[in-house]
C-alpha cells in the first residue's frame, strides 16, 4: 500500500529559525523574572574563611595593651634661672633625698649677692656708728645729770646759810634772796636734765629698734640671695629614679622650666587607652587581669579620664597586693579588662566581614555548602574572640567571616570549587 507523503509546510521551514529564537528568548525571561531582586556573586572557596556558629560561655572582656607607669612622679623644675654648667647624674640613675642633679650658673645672681653683702655691711657699720653716737651723748647728759645734782646741793646749802644770816640781820635782803633763786634755778635745770635724759632714753630705744629691724630685713634679704645661690644646684627632693631629663650643658633654663622627673619606685599604675565605644562601660573598680613572665598580676580600675582624643580615653589602673619585682616603667603589659559576668550566649567567631556589615548581616551557607545567601543579624557583646549574637543565627549554622570587599551589594554568593 503506497503512502502519501505530506509536504512540509514551506512557511514553517521559512520561519522556525525565528520561533526558536523566541522561545530562548522567552525561557531568558522567565528565568530572570523568577531571579528578580536577587544578585548573585560567584567566590572561590579556597579564599573564603567560614566559621560554624556555637553555643557556650561568652566572656564579656576587653584586650588591651597597658603601658607601667609610676604612681608618683616628682616633678624637677629649676628654682632660678641659669646655664648649665655641670650634669652630676644621667636619666636612670636612682637618686636620695639632696642629691645634685644640675648645677647651674648665673653671674647675674653672683652680683646680686655681692651687692647684698655689701649693703649689709653699710647698713652694719651705720647701725654701729648711730649706736656710738648716742652711747656718747648718753653719757654726756648722765654727766651733765651729776654735776647739776653737786650744784645743787651746793645751791641748797648756800641757800640755807643764807637764809640762816638773813634772819640774824647779817645780810641784806638782795643776797638772800639771790640764794633762793639760785637753788630754785638749780631744781629747775636738774628737772630739765632729768626729762631730757629720760626723752632721749626712749629715742634710743625706738631708733636703734627701728634700725636693728631694717638690719634684720637686710639679713633676711640676704639669705634669701644666699639662698637663690644654692638654688642654683638642682637637687633630688625625693628618693626614686631620674627620668625624662631634658638638660644639656650650655642649654639656657629659665625658672620654673621642667628639666625632668622622680619616680617613687614603691608604687606603679598601668595606663591603657581604650576605644570609646566602651566609655559609658569603664569605671573604677573595674577587675581585669594580666600576665607577665608566667607572673599573675590582679588589676584594678583605678582612674577614667573624662577626656576623648582620637577617639581614644585614658584610664589607669593598679595592681592589687604585692607589686612585682621585675617591673619596669615604660614596660608594655597585655590585659584582659571584664566587662561583666561569663554568661551562656549563641556565639560567632570574629572575622573581617564586620568591617563592611557592621554585623548588621552575614552571609550564611546552605546546608549544601554551594551557596551561601545574606541575612540580616543583631550582635551585641564582643571580646577579642567572639561576638555575641543576639539575634538572625542559630547554634550549627554555617557563615563567611572574612572580607565582604569583593561582593559589592551582592544578595547570593555561589561558591566553586577550583
Known sequence: MDIEIKKRNPRLKKYGWWIAAGLFTTGAVAWSILQSGHTTYRADSTGLITAEVTEGTFNDFIRLNGKVETGVIVQISALETGIVEKKWVEEGAMLQPGDIILTLRN????????????????????????????????????????????????????????????????????????SCEDYQLACESLKL??????????????????????????????????????????????????????????????SGTRIGQINILDNYKIVVNIDEHYIDRIYPGLEGKSMKQNQHLDLSVKKVYP????????????????????????????????????????????????????????????????????????????????????????????????????????????????
Not at 626712749?202 to 638690719?215: A, C, K, N
Not at 640676704?222 to 633630688?236: E, G, H, M
Not at 589607669?316 to 554568661?343: F, H, M, T, W
Request: with cysteine; net charge negative.
Open 107 to 178: 653671674p647675674n645672681l653672683q652680683q646680686q649677692i655681692l651687692d647684698s653683702e655689701s649693703q649689709l655691711a653699710e647698713k652694719q657699720n651705720m647701725l654701729r656708728d648711730t649706736e656710738l653716737a648716742m652711747e656718747k651723748d648718753r653719757l654726756q647728759v648722765r654727766q651733765d645729770l651729776i654735776s647739776s645734782r653737786i650744784q645743787l646741793n651746793q645751791k641748797k646749802r648756800y641757800c640755807e646759810q643764807q637764809t640762816a644770816l638773813y634772819n640774824e640781820d647779817l645780810i641784806s635782803k638782795e643776797e638772800y634772796l639771790k
Open 193 to 254: 636734765l632729768e626729762d631730757r635724759f629720760h626723752q632721749d632714753s626712749l629715742y634710743r630705744t625706738v631708733q636703734i629698734g627701728q634700725m636693728q629691724e631694717s638690719l634684720d630685713n637686710m639679713r633676711q634679704n640676704f639669705a634669701i640671695v644666699r639662698q637663690r645661690a644654692d638654688n642654683l644646684d638642682i637637687r633630688a627632693s625625693h628618693a626614686g629614679q631620674l627620668g625624662n631629663l631634658t638638660a644639656d650643658l650650655g642649654q639656657n633654663i629659665v
Open 307 to 418: 577626656e576623648v582624643t582620637s577617639g581614644q580615653f585614658r584610664a589607669d589602673l593598679s595592681i592589687i597586693g604585692k607589686q612585682p619585682d621585675n617591673i619596669r616603667v615604660g614596660q608594655s603589659v597585655p590585659i584582659d579588662l571584664l566587662l561583666g559576668e561569663p554568661a551562656q550566649a549563641v556565639m560567632l567567631p570574629r572575622g573581617p566581614f564586620f568591617q563592611t556589615t557592621g554585623g548588621k548581616w552575614i552571609y550564611v551557607i546552605d546546608t549544601d555548602g554551594k551557596t551561601a545567601r545574606r541575612r540580616e543579624i543583631c550582635i551585641g557583646k564582643q571580646n577579642p574572640q567572639y561576638y555575641e549574637v543576639i539575634d538572625g543565627l542559630s547554634p550549627g549554622e554555617k557563615v563567611i567571616i572574612s572580607s565582604y570587599s569583593d561582593y559589592g551589594d551582592a544578595d547570593i554568593i555561589k561558591i566553586s570549587n577550583k
